[in-house]
């Protein structure tokens, strides 16, 4: 009876080994297809590892969810997130808050984003990257205010208008900074400034712009 028991577990052992070496391999097509840029692929082997593998870690979930939005996948990827965000604890829930942010954020849903990016560092307060976005979106919110109310009074005190093309310009830089891309629109303004003077009179803009492209370098 012993030496069944013991031949019935030494038959078991090479089974264990090879699954964990196929599972190995799964995990590692994956890998590898993200570093290479294939994120639909990337996408298929992390579903196969939760699907096939029965790998429900929510590791695997992020990182599935990372291939679907680098896909452009974005309900899916939106989906996953919030799955994550709200059925987890602690550092993936943390960065699954903070995607999500980043994903309202380019949809210029800047409030809700903002709540997210909250979210994301009460479930891990040393989410860098979280604290960062929450610290930058949290100052253009505010600057942004501060500027619509500066372009008011301006209207109310009868100044100059900028001119057509400084107005241009000043759109141009408003996409830039929809992208997150502050040192771009900084450029835009500054050189705008050099051609027409009335760009100064989004001077505040201009100042708040400096105040997160400093951000950007700490």
């Keep these: 009876m012993v030496s069944r028991y013991i031949l019935w577990i030494l038959l078991l052992l090479p089974s264990d080994w090879k699954n964990i070496a196929i599972t190995n391999e799964a995990i590692t097509r994956a890998a590898n297809a993200f570093k290479e840029a294939d994120f639909e692929n990337s996408g298929r082997e992390r579903l196969a590892l939760i699907d096939e593998h029965g790998m429900n870690q929510p590791e695997i979930k992020f990182n ?22 709200n059925n987890t604890i602690g550092t993936i829930s943390s960065f699954a808050s903070n995607q999500q942010g980043v994903m309202l954020g380019n949809e210029k849903k800047y409030k809700e984003a903002l709540a997210l990016f909250k979210k994301a560092l009460l479930n891990d307060p040393e989410n860098e990257k979280a604290r960062y976005n929450y610290e930058l979106l949290s100052r253009w919110l505010e600057g942004n205010e501060e500027n619509q109310e500066n372009e008011e009074n301006q209207e109310q005190e009868d100044k100059p208008e900028p001119s057509n093309y400084a107005k241009r310009m000043k759109a141009q830089a408003d996409e830039l900074v929809d ?17 027409d003077e009335t760009v100064a009179s989004y001077q505040k803009f201009m100042d708040h712009l400096k105040i997160l492209i400093s951000l950007g370098k700490i």
């Design 64 to 85: 599935l969810a990372l291939s679907y939005q680098s896909n452009g996948q974005e309900e899916d990827a939106k989906k996953t997130y919030e799955e994550l965000s």
């Design 179 to 195: 992208r997150f891309e502050f040192e771009e629109a900084m450029k835009t303004m500054e050189s705008a400034l050099e051609i």
